[in-house]
């Protein structure tokens, strides 16, 4: 006889209805003559030919400040493709009251009411909004169609749909209840307000940190990079449609420092939901330990910062599957990604194949305008991206120990072009094997056969970061060993494979050590971040004496 061992969450049992099984949203391929394609480019040509205005979203209400600053392509910033309206102290102000004030209401709501606005909204993206948050993140963010795909649409659908199943689950997970007593898990929204800051590489991370905490019943303020208000403006209009209630997430635009002063200085600050750098970060966790006395509640602090991610290769490793790994790990979306492949360590016997290899598929890639589906990368971000890039190129060109193998071209005549560089390192303490660069620069360091042992010790030792990793191997003796020797090293750990493209569901997405507080967005590990649990005890039948039974005399 079959058993049904899934747990039913208690809300079902009150009348909740339990929501609809998540999948992971199909990825489209924008193949020549598809109708998905065709769609698409008359959009990105729409969206091209605008430029609109970027209010603030406080309180429901749109607000223009007339303090305005150009939005840009990245790879053609002559074009300008909106005005964001900047805020400041009293903007920011305005927006913790919009979100306090609605927090009562909106925390009261139930699980399924909550629900329904992110299910509408992922399924408002698989349809009618795909074009348009593919397209403004295509534009905004120098994305190329397959990256804007996998981003934009794909993982933010997955974070909406995925989420109301991970808050089910957390829900389900209850006391045990002995005999004339109901114990119960009341699962608080935080006292507060939530701040979220959201990163430009990912329009799904942007959609993610203000909604994930909103789905779990708290309000929030949401700041977005300044280079990625173009798809948040559309993110927020999508959720808007959607059903979410005003007040519920608060949308300013403005300089970073002046907006983290006004929030991290509120009493009511109850969460911050973060991912950008370390050193932004550090800041963010410095001021509040030294405001923690101001804050009604210890505000959760919830951070996913950089990388300095790694490619280990053994000697048993398939050179074409690792070719491969290397350049989607490295160069994808310009190595603008948090887990981007930066350091590579391979063993001398394989090198002189897998160099000629990866030299000649360097070679191959194009880059340019995004809206040229033949372009494999667009440009790195700004010019101060552009800047830091060119000092590591300049740096390897110098360097008698560094040698640029392929790539290293600068151009910025109209945007911030960066070639698909890889270098070779004869100094395992390298500045281009240690530091974050965030560009498309992949840094390889060529070890003899028999010290694959040290060079574990050194990816483990000679960095600060713990996001990503992978391992090629084929021997499962050396997978086993490496695996549990560079268990703190990544959080996300990848045999025979590139270390980017964590799937919601799949692999939950975070590292520790510089690399974060390693929360695991896409996981209700982040969700259960966002509540603050009540153990309530209900007796039915109470005892109406103080006497225990051994205090009667014999």
């Known amino acids: 006889m079959h058993t049904n061992t899934h ?29 998905e394609r065709a769609s698409l480019a008359r959009t990105l040509s729409q969206l091209s030919g605008e430029r609109i205005g970027l209010p603030l979203v406080i309180g429901g209400r749109a607000v223009e400040t007339g303090r305005l600053a150009p939005v840009v392509m990245p790879h053609n910033y002559h074009h300008v493709l909106a005005d964001a309206h900047m805020g400041g102290s009293a903007e920011v102000d305005a927006s913790i009251q919009a979100a306090l004030k609605a927090a009562p209401e909106w925390s009261r709501r139930s699980p399924t009411e909550r629900a329904a606005v992110f299910l509408k909204a992922a399924d408002l993206l698989a349809g009618p909004w795909r074009n348009r948050l593919n397209a403004a993140t295509m534009l905004g963010q120098s994305k190329t169609v397959h990256q804007a795909e996998i981003d934009s649409a794909a993982e933010l659908i997955d974070f909406w749909r995925w989420n109301v199943e991970f808050m089910y689950r957390i829900y389900a997970e209850q006391s045990v209840s002995p005999s004339g007593v109901w114990n119960r898990i009341d699962y608080r929204p935080l006292e507060g307000f939530v701040f979220a800051i959201t990163p430009f590489n990912f329009t799904a991370i942007a959609g993610n940190l203000p909604s994930a905490p909103a789905l779990m019943g708290n309000t929030v303020v949401w700041k977005p990079a300044a280079t990625a208000m173009y798809s948040a403006h559309f993110v927020m209009e999508l959720l808007r449609e959607a059903g979410l209630p005003d007040g519920v997430i608060n949308l300013v635009y403005g300089d970073g420092a002046e907006i983290a002063n006004v929030v991290l200085s509120s009493p009511h600050l109850a969460g911050v939901h973060f991912t950008g750098s370390t050193g932004v970060f550090n800041n963010i966790v410095q001021t509040i330990g030294e405001r923690t006395g101001i804050y009604r509640t210890y505000p959760r602090v919830v951070g996913e910062t950089g990388g300095k991610n790694f490619v280990l290769a053994h000697a048993s490793a398939d050179r074409d599957a690792l070719a491969a790994a290397i350049i989607r790990g490295g160069f994808e979306y310009q190595g603008q990604k948090c887990s981007a492949a930066s350091r590579i360590y391979i063993p001398e016997s394989l090198w002189p194949s897998l160099r000629e290899r990866l030299c000649d598929e360097i070679a191959t890639i194009r880059v340019g305008d995004i809206a040229n589906f033949s372009n494999f990368m667009g440009a790195v971000i700004d010019e101060k991206a552009w800047s830091k890039h060119a000092v590591a190129i300049d740096e390897a060109r110098s360097r008698p120990d560094t040698t640029i193998l ?100 799949q692999q939950p997405f975070g590292g520790a050590r510089a690399s974060g507080t390693n929360d695991k967005a896409g996981s209700m590990w982040n969700l259960i971040r966002w509540v603050s649990p009540r153990a309530i005890k209900e007796t039915f039948a109470p005892p109406t004496d103080y006497r225990y039974p051994f205090l009667v005399a014999e």
Not at 9 to 21: D, K, S, T
Not at 413 to 420: A, I, Q, R, S
Not at 468 to 496: M, P, W
């Open 7 to 35: 747990v039913v969450p208690l809300a079902v049992e009150h009348g909740y209805a339990r929501p609809p099984a998540p999948g992971n949203e199909p990825v489209r391929d924008y193949a020549p003559g598809s109708p």
């Open 406 to 505: 392929t790539g290293g071209g600068l151009d910025k005549d109209h945007g911030y072009f960066v070639e698909p560089t890889l270098v070779v390192t004869t100094d395992p303490r390298s500045r281009l094997l240690r530091d974050e660069l965030f560009g498309p620069i992949v840094t390889a360091f060529v070890y003899p056969d028999n010290g694959f042992r040290d060079m574990i010790t050194a990816i483990d030792e000679s960095s600060l970061y713990g996001l990503t990793g992978a391992l090629f191997a084929r021997d499962r003796s050396v997978i086993a060993e490496a695996s549990d020797e560079l268990r703190n090293a990544a959080g996300n750990f990848y045999i025979n494979d590139k270390p980017t493209g964590a799937v919601v569901g």
